[in-house]
T-cell receptor, first 113, second 113 residues
């Protein structure tokens, strides 16, 4: 158990809908990272927050957004969902920003029908 | 664009033998590399990392070798056990963005009892 929690574990929704994925980092960790893992794209970095502020951005679509709250939990919002958004979404946390070991949560499996 | 890739998508080894998983990278500016293990149904788990000022780093039963001349790194697992069966990812950290990690496509390791 990495200490990172993600909810929900599974999510099934329809195209065009909007969903919110939630992540609670390990106790004391200030950085939160979001990744998307799909069969054709592999594991892709989406975005990182550090102590409430956006710090790095990767291949995140404009339909997706994220935020980190004062209690350091983070939410990833996916809107106008398409079939291709079906994937595993992982959250990871690290104590600091930069080259600090990232601890991954168990993931949220999103299925868009 | 530049990316991290793996030579072998699948690898089968006999229990007790040593495993070698290879990874090629193309971004000469990358100076930090990480190996992750992902078991079925779980998030990636940090195994070991290495910085570009090193050629070799050892952990418990694992060794990472870095050859900057040919942009290649490998993960060696000694006395492979059934619990080592998983997908292994190499990842690189760009020097221009300390927080963005780029993952390779992964190699599936299967240990034969």
């Amino acid at each position: 158990d990495s200490g990172v929690t993600q909810t929900p574990k599974h999510l099934i929704t329809a195209t065009g809908q909007r969903v919110t994925l939630r992540c609670s980092p390990r106790s004391g960790d200030l950085s939160v990272y979001w990744y998307q893992q799909s069969l054709d794209q592999g594991l892709q970095f989406l975005i990182q927050y550090y102590n409430g502020e956006e710090r790095a951005k990767g291949n995140i679509l404009e339909r997706f957004s994220a935020q980190q709250f004062p209690d350091l939990h983070s939410e990833l919002n996916l809107s106008s969902l398409e079939l291709g958004d079906s994937a595993l979404y992982f959250c990871a946390s690290s104590a600091l920003a930069g080259r600090d070991t990232q601890y991954f949560g168990p993931g949220t499996r999103l299925t868009v029908l | 664009g530049e990316s991290v890739g793996l030579h072998l998508p699948t690898l089968s080894v006999q229990e007790g033998d040593n495993s070698i998983i290879n990874c090629a990278y193309s971004n000469s500016a990358s100076d930090y590399f990480i190996w992750y293990k992902q078991e079925s149904g779980k998030g990636p788990q940090f195994i070991i990392d290495i910085r570009s000022n090193m050629d070799k780093r050892q952990g418990q039963r694992v060794t990472v070798l870095l050859n900057k001349t040919v942009k290649h790194l490998s993960l060696q697992i000694a006395a492979t056990q059934p619990g080592d069966s998983a997908v292994y990812f190499c990842a690189e950290n760009e020097v221009t963005s300390y927080d963005k990690v780029i993952f390779g496509p992964g190699t599936s390791l299967s240990v034969i009892p």
